[in-house]
T-cell receptor
Framework: GAGVSQSPSNKVTEKGKDVELRCDPI?????LYWYRQSLGQGLEFLIY????????KSGLPSDRFSAERTGGSVSTLTIQRTQQEDSAVYLC????????????FGPGTRLLVL | AQSVSQHNHHVILSEAASLELGCNYS??????LFWYVQYPGQHLQLLLK??????LVKGIKGFEAEFIKSKFSFNLRKPSVQWSDTAEYFC?????????????FGTGTRLLVSP
C-alpha cells in the first residue's frame, strides 16, 4: 500500500520567509509525528498528533514553528520567518492504533534557507 | 528522559565480514527498541523492533539484534554483510506501554561496505 508522503521534496527559501511543509500519513493511521534531521543534531522529535490534537509539542524549537492536522489525516508544519539554522530535512511518520509504537517514515522535505 | 548512544559513527567493512553496531540507551522504565536504516537517497525504514519476549529479534535482510537488559544495550548484528548494506543505521527507543510516544534516536552509524 501507499506509504507516508511528503511535499515538497525540496524547498529553497530566503531568510525571513514563511514555509509550509505537508505530510500525508498512511491511510488509517491515527498518530502522526514530525521530526527534524540536521547535521550535528541527528534526528529530533518536533511534535505529534493523535487524531487532530497535539498532546506533545515539546520538541518545537521556537514559536516560529507550528503544526496542524485536519480531518485526522493531512498535517502541515509551518515555519515562520525562517532562519538559516532551520535548514534540515523534515520527516513525517505515522503509526496505527493496533501497533502504535511502530512508526513509518516518509521521504522527508529537504529545506534550505539562504 | 530517554537517551540513546551509538558509539560507532563510521564503520567500514569488506563484503562477507561480520557486523556489530553498538546501541546503549538510558531510561528508568520499560522501553521499546528499534533499529532503522536509511539507504543512500531513501527514507528511513524499519529493520527490526523489540517490545517484549525473546530478547533476540530477527529483522529483514538477515539482521538481528539482542536486547541485554542488564547492559541497557540493543546491538545490531549481521553475520555477513553485503555491498547493498551500505547505509546509515539508527537505534531508537520509546517508552513502552504508554501509547503513542515519540522516538528518541541515536546519532546514527554510517556503514560503508566495500566490494
Amino acid at each position: 500500500g501507499a506509504g507516508v508522503s511528503q511535499s515538497p521534496s525540496n524547498k529553497v527559501t530566503e531568510k525571513g520567509k514563511d514555509v509550509e511543509l505537508r505530510c500525508d500519513p498512511i491511510s488509517g493511521h491515527t498518530a502522526l509525528y514530525w521530526y527534524r534531521q540536521s547535521l550535528g543534531q541527528g534526528l529530533e522529535f518536533l511534535i505529534y498528533f493523535q487524531g487532530n490534537s497535539a498532546p506533545d509539542k515539546s520538541g518545537l524549537p521556537s514559536d516560529r514553528f507550528s503544526a496542524e492536522r485536519t480531518g485526522g489525516s493531512v498535517s502541515t508544519l509551518t515555519i515562520q520567518r525562517t532562519q538559516q539554522e532551520d535548514s534540515a530535512v523534515y520527516l513525517c511518520a505515522s503509526s496505527r492504533k493496533r501497533d502504535q509504537e511502530t512508526q513509518y517514515f516518509g521521504p522527508g522535505t529537504r529545506l534550505l534557507v539562504l | 528522559a530517554q537517551s540513546v548512544s551509538q558509539h560507532n559513527h563510521h564503520v567500514i567493512l569488506s563484503e562477507a565480514a561480520s557486523l556489530e553496531l553498538g546501541c546503549n540507551y538510558s531510561y528508568g522504565g520499560t522501553v521499546n527498541l528499534f533499529w532503522y536504516v536509511q539507504y543512500p537517497g531513501q527514507h528511513l525504514q524499519l529493520l527490526l523492533k523489540y517490545f517484549s519476549g525473546d530478547p533476540l529479534v530477527k529483522g529483514i535482510k538477515g539482521f538481528e539484534a539482542e536486547f541485554i537488559k542488564s547492559k541497557f544495550s540493543f546491538n545490531l548484528r549481521k553475520p555477513s554483510v553485503q555491498w547493498s548494506d551500505t547505509a546509515e543505521y539508527f537505534c531508537a527507543v520509546n517508552a513502552a506501554n504508554t501509547g503513542f510516544q515519540k522516538l528518541v534516536f541515536g546519532t546514527g552509524t554510517r556503514l560503508l561496505v566495500s566490494p
